[in-house]
Structures are given as C-alpha cells and as structure tokens.
C-alpha cells in the first residue's frame, strides 16, 4: 500500500484462513528522494508528460517488487507459500466526479508479478467507477470483515493523508463510509513547507500553535465538508494551493496555521462522525494516530470512547495494506468486493485485475 501520505510502502503478509484476518509480519520502506520527488510532482500536476508518467509507473513497480522480496526476507517465506500480492499502486489522479469520471494508480503490476514470481493483483478502483461508483473507499467492506460487532456498532477512522470512516451497525445493516476531508496531508505539505520535516512528530509542533478561528472557519465553510455522501476527495483537491486562499483572507502566522489545521482535521473528523447513527465505540487507525495532539482533540469531540484498531486485533499501521491484501483474496475467489451503499456504484463487483505470475 502506497497512500496519499506519500511516506513510504506498507507491505503486509496476510492469513486469511481463520474466521479473523491475521498479520503475520509487516514492513515499512521509505521511498528514495529522486523516486518521492518525482511522486510528488505526479501528484500536484495535471500536466506531467507522457515519458515521465510511463517512466515512473516502471520504477514504482520495481521498487514495489524490491519491498515486496524484502518482506518475505524478514518473515522467512518463500514466494510459493505466496497465493497473491494485492497491490494498491499510487494514485496520482482521482476524478470520480469529472465527465467522464476517472481515476488513475501506477506502479507496473507486470514489473512486480515478474521480479517476484507471485500472481498480482491491482487496478481496483477503475471497476468501482465503471460500475457509477466513486472508487473509494474500499476499505470498508474489510472493515467489516476484521471488525464487525453483534454487540457494538462502531466507527472505523483511518487518518491517512485524507481521512475516512466506516460506520459498521451491530445490526448488520448497510454499511455507511466516505471521505471526511484531509488528514495528515495538509498538515505534512506545511511542516515540509515551514519547518522542514516531513510531518509533525507526535503534533509537538500544533500544540505551540493557537488555532486561528477566522481561518479554520474559513477552511469549514468549503463545500465538500457539507455535501452528501457517497463523496472521496484526495490530496489533488485538498493541498498548499487550497490552503493558501484561506491564507490569502485570513493571514496567520506558521505554528497557529498547523495548530488550525491539525483542528480542521479533528473537527472534519467529528462532524462526519455526528452525522451517522450513534455509535459505541470509535476506532482509528493510519498514520494520523501517532499524532497525540490529533488524538486529543478529536477524543475531546466525540461522546463515545475513542481507541485504535489495536484494541480489535489489528495494528492501526496495517489495516489499509491489509484491505488490499483482502481486496486480493476476493478477486482471486471470483467474489464481489465493493460496497455500492459507501461508493454509489450500481451494484457490487469484482474489483481489480489479475497479472498470472
């Protein structure tokens, strides 16, 4: 999994034979500068060339397959003890509400399947969108899978560089999930931009900051927060250039815009969770739960207990690779596995394509 943070490559390996997912081990590899920079740049413009596009959709499935070796290294398996490598790929362009709509992820499935000798699975969200969905997300129909209650209903938070929720009700109804709004993606574009580090470790630097009221409800007043769900949004909506025409209203200096931000974040958060029915627990999982100040104040919002998706036998670091993991699983099974009642599609479909080793 590689996601709109822009950190680096989450590999997983999954059991699924039990009645609950297993992790059996996991690796992070950072990207390499030249490979990020020229990521970043596919992500922020609309007018790349067709030789850097190509050229980088090469690299990112080598380097893809070198992560993926790596893992099975660390965990002492072999490739055949592999069913399937489910490889999300990187977006560089969602536009499920363009005319046609679209959406586009790269790192050469062939590239992997090749240099690791294991069957592939990718191009996920394409058959969503063919369908009238939105492509995303697609996590909640695993969400359902690892962490359905009878007993509880309960609210699934992952903070990535965007954020979204799953609502799962202990009656087995329909599952409710969307995009809420930006996650750790504009706060991480400031910190690089201002304080040159990737992101704010632990929100140390948010809380010396004062939270600018005239920007932040600046910032809440953008449609997106209010419209109807199903809604995705991506970081090729939410990112600098947004940010700086609230800046451009409403100046502030560079601690009180990320303490602002990181509230945007915890505020977009809470108000999507009040608008679906009451749930018992909320769980969080992604990269935004290491941010203790985040975490504080979106615990601070909601009325029911906040915790990660450790408490449910998952690690909050793994749960999206192990979705893609899962979204594999049921390909490779013939079995539908999108959620039309979270991404509007008309009906469920198989999802993904498959690259034979």
């Not at 993926?68 to 509400?97: E, F, M, R, Y």
């Not at 809380?207 to 005239?214: L, M, S, W």
Request: some cysteine; glycine content about 8%.
């Amino acid at each position: 999994m590689s996601g709109t943070s822009l950190d680096g490559v989450d590999v997983v390996i999954a059991d699924f034979n039990n009645k609950k997912p297993a992790l059996v081990s996991s690796l992070f590899t950072q990207y390499p500068n030249s490979l990020l920079v020229s990521l970043t740049a596919a992500c922020q413009s609309n007018n790349i060339e067709f030789e850097q596009l190509g050229t980088l959709d090469s690299q990112l499935g080598s380097f893809y397959a070198e992560c993926i070796k790596k893992a099975l290294v660390k965990a002492n398996i072999s490739s055949g003890d592999i069913a399937a490598i489910g490889s999300h790929g990187h977006t560089v362009q969602h536009s499920p509400t363009s005319q046609p709509p679209f959406t586009l992820q790269i790192g050469d499935a062939n590239r992997i399947a090749e240099n690791t000798g294991i069957t592939v699975v990718t191009d996920f969200r394409r058959r969503d969108i063919a369908a009238g969905g939105q492509g995303a997300p697609l996590v909640p129909a695993f969400h359902r899978d690892a962490f359905q209650s009878k007993t509880k209903s309960l609210a699934i938070i992952n903070i990535g560089g965007i954020s979204n929720v799953t609502f799962l009700n202990k009656n087995q109804e329909d599952i409710i999930g969307f995009d809420c709004g930006p996650g750790n993606t504009l706060m991480d574009q400031w910190c690089q931009l201002n304080f040159d580090r990737p992101y704010d470790t632990s929100g140390q630097l948010s809380r010396q900051g004062t939270v600018n009221e005239a920007l932040l409800k600046s910032m809440l007043t953008d449609a997106y927060f209010a419209q109807k769900h199903p809604k995705t949004t991506g970081p090729e909506y939410f990112n600098l250039n947004w940010l700086k025409t609230h800046l451009a209203q409403h100046p502030s200096t560079p601690y009180d815009t990320l303490s602002s931000l990181c509230e945007l974040t915890a505020q977009c958060i809470s108000q999507s969770v009040k608008k679906l029915p009451v749930s018992d627990n909320v769980l969080v999982c992604g990269g935004g739960t290491k941010n203790l100040f985040l975490m504080e104040r979106l615990a601070l919002q909601l009325s029911c207990p906040v915790e990660t998706t450790a408490s449910y036998g998952v690690h909050p670091d793994w749960v999206e690779a192990m979705a893609f993991a899962w979204l594999a699983k049921q390909t490779m099974e013939g079995k539908p596995s999108n959620t039309p009642s979270v991404t509007g599609a008309k009906k469920a479909v198989i999802l993904g394509a498959i690259y034979p080793a």
